[in-house]
């Protein structure tokens, strides 16, 4: 079981940058999938970033070329580096981990962080 928490959130103002970060407690971090999803002001929940258990990263078109995505195994953390951020980033950023399981998926989410972007 992993407990994920972020941090790194706040108040910026467009073309600034953000660094959030996710560090799970629990055991066995390195065989995750992690994601970083966003749900804007009265829109779903979206995936837009993904690093595989193998450091494989994959962005959404939006944020492609802009946001990285990294994880440090050993830290049991996950990093989304956010720059050139627009008004349109403005969002709850959420940290997700995957492992998939014959069974069914194993999910856990973390609680949040909020990310504004306006002048």
């Known amino acids: 079981q992993l407990q994920l928490v972020e941090s790194g959130g706040g108040v910026v103002e467009p073309g600034a940058s953000l660094r959030l970060s996710c560090v799970a407690s629990?055991?066995?971090?390195?065989?995750?999938?992690m994601g970083w999803y966003r749900q804007g002001p009265g829109k779903e929940r979206e995936l837009i970033a993904h690093?595989?258990?193998?450091?494989?990263?994959a962005y959404d078109d939006s944020v492609r070329g802009r946001f990285t995505i990294s994880r440090d195994n050993a830290k049991n953390t996950v990093t989304l580096q956010m720059d050139t951020l627009k008004p349109e980033d403005t969002a709850m950023y959420y940290c997700?981990?995957?492992?998939?399981?014959?069974?069914?998926?194993?999910?856990?989410w973390g609680q949040g962080t909020q990310v504004t972007v306006s002048s």
């Open positions: 690093i595989s258990n193998g450091h494989i990263a």
């Open positions: 997700h981990a995957y492992y998939g399981l014959v069974s069914g998926p194993v999910e856990y």
């Open positions: 629990g055991s066995r971090f390195n065989i995750y999938a």
